[in-house]
């Protein structure tokens, strides 16, 4: 899931955009179901599907970081990899929206990245270097607006760190090496940035994964095997199915009540988490 939906550094703004707004938003039950699936099942598919739907959330959130000189592509680039690592904590049963769980991933990500890519010499290692890197600037002009004046004592009260903090990070930031989109030639469209390592995943990790995927998969076509087959048909029919049957649909079928299904529901998956681990060791 680490290489998903990436926008590559070629692509433009505009068409990246018209690509994700291509994907529907999901309601509160959709979302359910497929963070559901890919908590207890390790769906690929519907995480593929939760993290295509809110890639746009992404981009609004990047959009608000634009006035510190890197591109936009790569603040989203960021931002998605920590709505991916968002997911893999995500736990649906809490009741929150997926999105609202993973903005502090978002936004950690893209702070952590303009951070280091700010200057070649740390910045930022401390909370009150981080929260002065990000509100100095903002607080400065608030202030000015505010009383006409803008001094380090002012600026560290509203902000709750020291005076001298105040000045060692307004020295930091007015002596930053140069702008990472500066052009090492002019006219080339050849940036500071792209003398940068890449750091993303090579082939041969992306054909790890795929297979790692694929033998997935297979292991859960294969606990599902173990289920007695009304597990399996209600296994089915509640995460599988798209959309999936309610409670008291299955339990209608059945002639049983709502509660028994919820039971054997339960004990099915539990089953299927053991199976799944066994295989897995």
Not at 191 to 200: F, G, I, K, M, P
Request: glycine fraction near 4%; include cysteine; proline fraction near 1%.
């Amino acid at each position: 899931m680490s290489t998903l939906y990436l926008p590559a550094v070629t692509d433009t703004l505009d068409l990246y955009i018209a690509q994700i707004k291509k994907f529907d938003l999901l309601s509160r039950e959709e979302e359910y179901r497929l963070a559901t699936a890919y908590r207890n099942l390790g769906d690929r598919q519907s995480a593929q599907s939760l993290i295509c739907a809110n890639l746009r959330f992404v981009v609004k959130i990047a959009h608000e970081y634009r006035g510190y000189g890197l591109r936009i592509l790569d603040l989203i680039q960021e931002g998605n990899i920590g709505m991916m690592m968002a997911l893999r904590k995500f736990d649906p049963e809490r009741g929150l929206k997926f999105i609202t769980y993973a903005v502090w991933w978002i936004r950690a990500y893209i702070n952590n990245f303009i951070m280091k890519s700010w200057s070649l010499v740390k910045i930022g290692t401390t909370q009150a270097q981080k929260k002065l890197f990000f509100k100095l600037n903002q607080t400065r002009r608030a202030l000015r607006r505010l009383s006409g004046r803008e001094d380090s004592q002012d600026i560290a009260n509203e902000l709750a760190v020291r005076d001298d903090e105040v000045e060692e990070m307004a020295l930091r930031m007015a002596a930053r090496d140069a702008s990472l989109s500066l052009e090492l030639t002019e006219g080339s469209g050849y940036t500071l940035l792209d003398s940068l390592a890449d750091e993303r995943d090579n082939q041969e990790q992306l054909l790890l994964e795929h297979e790692e995927t694929r033998i997935l998969s297979t292991q859960v076509k294969k606990a599902l095997a173990v289920l007695k087959d009304r597990e399996r048909h209600i296994v089915q029919q509640r995460i599988l199915c798209d959309p999936p049957q309610t409670l008291q649909e299955l339990a209608d079928h059945y002639g049983i009540s709502r509660e028994r299904i919820r039971q054997i529901e339960k004990s099915a998956l539990e089953k299927l988490k053991g199976q799944l681990i066994v295989t897995h060791n």
